[in-house]
């Protein structure tokens, strides 16, 4: 099984005229502006680097507990990356830490929609306008998740959506970046004109990556390209391997082709109805993980409807977590963890931004100890969720 549940690509997607995959995702999106760029990565690259030349600040601050990318992305504008632990309980910023951390070089906050959830970006909103900061919504997981009826992603000063591998739909390789503001939307775009390059060589790499994609998407061969390297990655010990958890600093800038595009743009056409098919499965199976005793299973509050690509679970202790995962983690059945440390303790991000080893986040390191996520692929049938669940009692047990 794999570990979201990914739009399959269909062969019909890849034939037919190029597209704007940018002006669907906003129509789809209720955007009024945006654009695309290489990755979702190379979004917030372009957010940044246009808000520090509008501003001149420096500090980023972003959620101890979250994508190594991110860091990477800031490390790669050249900025400073400051870490905000986690709210009790949640995956939201701790709003008493954060507004400690906000200064007069505070140039923007990265409240993170994870796992399908929308996060709380009103309240970061209100800290970030006391110190005139921007707002960036790290969206990257939320492609099609609402809050009060509007897309995530369009709350804050802007906003940014993930097309990879595991996100839904899939670019193989892809992002979007959306904004409210005119003036801002027009600032972006000369960014992006700036960095964006064609690459014609990358973007033969990355269409044969998502045939690639489109071939070995199914029960049938998934257990060859993604199962026998992740157990290999377990019997190694290897965690952030086994999770994708490891990142280059050499980011791709490029522009996405339009043939690519056009395969988003079909493959859109059907995302509706997919993701409504995930929320009906979801709902179904969410009785079955709220009844296990000590679980807590993040899922929508009032006012938000997000999107379902897996459950994200937390544990009562790190122990009870690693019980379970020693027999799902590599028995195919789409069990895995979403990051493996909080952001400080990733050694191979030290390096590139040294600033974040001293953070205080014992919530995010409490949350990556006791996490894991189970899929919500439309191919993990009744009994292999049953056997799921059926582990998890027995870890819970003890």
């Known amino acids: ?91 939201d910023f701790d709003p008493e830490a954060l507004a400690r951390l906000c200064d007069a070089d505070t140039l923007a906050l990265l409240p993170t929609h994870l796992a399908g959830r929308a996060a709380d970006v009103d309240s970061a909103r209100t800290i970030a306008q006391k110190h005139g900061a921007f707002v960036v919504e790290d969206a990257a997981q939320a492609f099609g998740a609402k809050r009060n009826g509007q897309s995530v992603g369009l709350a804050g000063d802007a906003g940014f959506f993930s097309f990879a591998v595991g996100k839904g739909l899939s670019l193989y390789e892809g992002g979007v970046w959306v904004t409210r503001d005119a003036a801002l939307a027009a600032e972006f775009s000369r960014t992006a004109g700036d960095f964006l390059a064609q690459d014609g060589g990358m973007e033969f790499r990355r269409g044969l990556e998502l045939m690639a994609y489109m071939l070995f998407y199914r029960p049938a061969l998934l257990p060859w390209v993604y199962g026998q390297p992740l157990r290999r990655a377990l019997k190694r010990g290897d965690f952030l391997s086994a999770a994708g958890d490891i990142f280059s600093p050499a980011i791709p800038l490029h522009r996405v082709s339009r043939w690519r595009q056009g395969i988003g743009c079909r493959a859109l056409a059907r995302l509706r109805d997919f993701q409504r098919q995930t929320e009906e499965r979801a709902k179904r199976r969410l009785a079955a993980l709220d009844a296990l005793s000590g679980v807590r299973v993040f899922r929508d509050r009032e006012g938000e409807k997000g999107v379902w690509p897996f459950f994200l ?15 799902l983690w590599g028995a195919g059945l789409g069990v895995t963890r979403l990051f493996i440390h909080a952001l400080p303790d990733y050694a191979y991000l030290r390096p590139l931004t040294p600033e ?28 292999g969720f049953s056997r799921i669940t059926a582990v998890l009692e027995e870890s819970l047990a003890g």
């Open 1 to 91: 099984m794999p570990p979201t549940a990914g739009l399959p690509l269909l062969w019909g997607d890849f034939f037919g005229a190029g597209g704007d995959f940018a002006a669907a995702a906003r129509e789809f999106l209720g955007a009024p502006r945006g654009g695309l760029a290489s990755s979702g990565t190379a979004c917030l690259i372009v957010i940044l680097t246009t808000l520090h030349r509008l501003s001149g600040r420096r500090t980023v601050i972003a959620p101890a507990w979250t994508c190594p990318l991110v860091a990477l992305a800031v490390a790669r504008c050249g900025l400073s990356l400051r870490l905000c632990d986690l709210a009790e309980d949640g995956l």
């Open 313 to 327: 679970l937390r544990l009562p202790d790190e122990k009870t977590r690693d019980d379970a995962l020693k027999i």
């Open 356 to 383: 974040i080893a001293q953070a205080g986040c014992d919530r995010a390191r409490s949350l990556a100890a006791r996490s894991l996520t189970v899929t919500n692929s439309l191919w993990l049938s009744d009994a």
